[in-house]
């Protein structure tokens, strides 16, 4: 069996499923996806859905070790907030009026309007405050791409390969990595670092982005990826 290709400087190999997943650092953006305190807190939009929140706080742990590397090799980082205007101009009435939540997107709740951009309760959780230079993008639906700037940041910066955390996995996650796909980004997305209110959308979402080969992406624990960017004296001391 040949000995696999030498890696071009700055590059890694991170063991995945369905297969490795190589990364350049220099061209790879780690994306953080709705880690908002209304999905992941009590008193915000998840938990009127009649969600347990605390599924979707298990990711926190190992994005904050993933965000500490990122920023340590110099690895682009993009955060995403889901949110709409205060007069829920972006908001289209089938989002709006969907489903029966207790409180509903623009209502006044513990932690201000639901789901309005400016609202404490839109923004990230203290865990993972995106630094000063960080990319923050506001989206008013369920992908990255739709109606933002998402797309013209990654050109801007020769972005080609996306590694993806973030909530919920078959929702938010998984719109954003079917759209990055469609646009001809590699993703790789971090088994532990995407969660799901419900355990079986979890698998099964994780399952079919590497389905019949890698269909979507690839997918690997965040262990994996934080072994190959270390070992580096950098990486030392980050979050347990």
């Known amino acids: 069996m040949s000995a696999p290709a030498p890696l071009p400087e700055g590059a890694v190999r991170v063991p995945a499923e369905p297969g490795e997943f190589t990364l350049d650092v220099a061209t790879t953006a780690l994306v953080i996806i709705d880690m908002q305190r209304d999905f992941c807190e009590p008193g915000g939009f998840g938990e009127t859905l009649g969600n347990d929140v605390s599924r979707l706080r298990t990711t926190i742990p190992p994005l904050q070790r993933?965000?500490?590397?990122?920023?340590?090799?110099g690895m682009t980082v993009i955060h995403t907030r889901e949110g709409h205007l205060p007069d829920l101009s972006d908001c289209p009435a089938a989002k709006l009026h969907r489903g029966s939540p207790s409180l509903r997107i623009g209502d006044p709740g513990p932690m201000g309007r639901i789901l309005v951009r400016g609202e404490y309760g839109q923004g990230i959780v203290d865990e993972l405050t995106p630094a000063p230079g960080e990319v923050v993008i506001d989206k008013p639906g369920k992908g990255a791409f739709h109606a933002t700037s998402?797309?013209?940041?990654?050109?801007?910066r020769g972005i080609t390969r996306l590694v993806v955390g973030g909530v919920t996995t078959?929702?938010?996650?998984?719109?954003t990595v079917r759209e990055a796909?469609?646009?001809g980004y590699e993703c790789l997305v971090l088994a532990d670092g995407v969660g799901s209110y419900?355990?079986?959308?979890?698998?099964?979402?994780?399952?079919?982005?590497?389905a019949q080969g890698g269909i979507f992406g690839w997918v690997a624990p965040s262990t994996a990826l934080l072994s190959a960017l270390a070992?580096?004296?950098a990486l030392e001391g980050t979050p347990s």
């Open 66 to 73: 993933v965000l500490a590397a990122a920023r340590a090799v």
């Open 150 to 156: 998402f797309g013209d940041e990654l050109a801007a």
């Open 170 to 175: 078959e929702v938010c996650v998984h719109t």
């Open 181 to 183: 796909n469609d646009r």
């Open 198 to 210: 419900f355990p079986e959308f979890q698998r099964v979402g994780l399952e079919m982005i590497t």
């Open 231 to 233: 070992p580096t004296p």
